[in-house]
């Protein structure tokens, strides 16, 4: 078992810390996170790496984190509840809320929140209103992490393991990514956008079908920002420049023809186009977006990303926790 303080390598990086996080209570979207706060995350997610590497920690053995999750999911509520139990701590969990809790009953979030906080350290939400992840927040005396709200709405720490997956690989300064899919929709590539809008001399690719492109709100937060984009509708026309490829799911009813849809997808046709060293993330699950004779491929990175994300929610459950 480790101690997880003698395993962060930054000085001032343990659990009395550092000023970069100050300010951080909830966890509701991307926007919140400043390029020290995403160092002091990364720094301690790389520590988290070792943690993990000796059995896991006890240093968190009182704290309680609840999973209110209203919609499905696999990655996000097991990496949680993963790195709750690595840290030492205890769970409560319910993985379909809109059935097994008192919504069912028409209870609200806000009634939720304040029951269950009263129960937990920290409390990470999936829910199926954008927006109510905030709402969970604004009533919850303790922390509250988005874990995905919404069509439209942000999955803020799927962002965060996805930009911890390209830090480890290569700078994040003069980054070139392509997002691909279902982008109108998409909250971790809504997340994503934000997130890479902080670094210096980033070029983000748009490629959906024009119905399905990025709203308005990121593209003005971008032009705001200066961060250079383009709108695409071929894939072709920018795998070959990219150094990230960032494909996600377009549901099939979402577009015209399923021949429409397969123009989305990465095979080995689009792999022979990609630079040598790029890297190709996606937030899972897959549909027929990703063919499986990629996954063989060295610069297939998704599962290795999904495994990160038990890092960095470790990482930044101790950020929150410390502050309690
Ligand atoms: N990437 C992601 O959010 O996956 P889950 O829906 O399985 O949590």
Do not use: W
Request: aromatic share 8%; charged share 25%.
């Amino acid at each position: 078992m480790a101690d997880i303080d003698t395993l962060l390598e930054q000085p001032g990086a343990g659990s009395h810390g550092t000023t970069a996080r100050r300010g951080l209570k909830h966890v509701i979207e991307s926007q919140q996170f400043t390029v020290p706060l995403l160092m002091e995350l990364f720094e301690r997610s790389r520590g988290m790496e070792r943690v993990v590497a000796r059995g896991g920690s006890l240093d968190y053995q009182n704290k309680i984190m609840a999973t209110l999750f209203y919609e499905p999911s696999t990655r996000t509520r097991f990496a949680f509840e993963a790195a709750m139990y690595r840290l030492g701590g205890r769970v409560l969990s319910t993985e379909q809320a809109r059935v097994f809790s008192s919504a069912m009953e028409g209870e609200q979030v806000e009634d939720s929140i304040r029951i269950v906080a009263g129960y937990a350290d920290v409390i990470v939400i999936r829910h199926h209103q954008e927006g109510g992840a905030r709402r969970a927040a604004e009533v919850s005396p303790v922390p509250v992490i988005n874990a995905g709200d919404g069509e439209g709405g942000q999955h803020p720490t799927q962002a965060l393991l996805d930009l911890y997956t390209i830090y480890r690989e290569r700078p994040l300064n003069g980054l070139s990514v392509a997002l691909i899919g279902e982008l109108d929709k998409g909250r971790t590539v809504r997340s994503l956008a934000y997130l890479l809008a902080k670094f210096e001399r980033v070029k983000i690719f748009f490629v959906a079908p024009p119905p399905l492109q990025m709203k308005p709100d990121i593209l003005e937060y971008l032009d705001r920002h200066g961060v250079c984009y383009e709108l695409e509708a071929e894939i072709d026309r920018v795998v070959g420049e990219v150094d990230v490829v960032y494909q996600t799911r377009i549901r099939p009813e979402r577009v015209a023809d399923l021949p429409s849809l397969r123009k989305y997808a990465i095979d080995s046709t689009v792999l022979r186009r990609m630079k040598p060293s790029a890297m190709i993330l996606h937030p899972l699950p897959r549909t027929v977006e990703l063919d499986k004779t990629v996954d063989s491929d060295p610069r297939a990175m998704y599962f290795r990303q999904a495994i990160n994300g038990l890092y960095v929610r470790m990482a930044l459950l101790t950020m929150l926790l410390d502050k309690v």
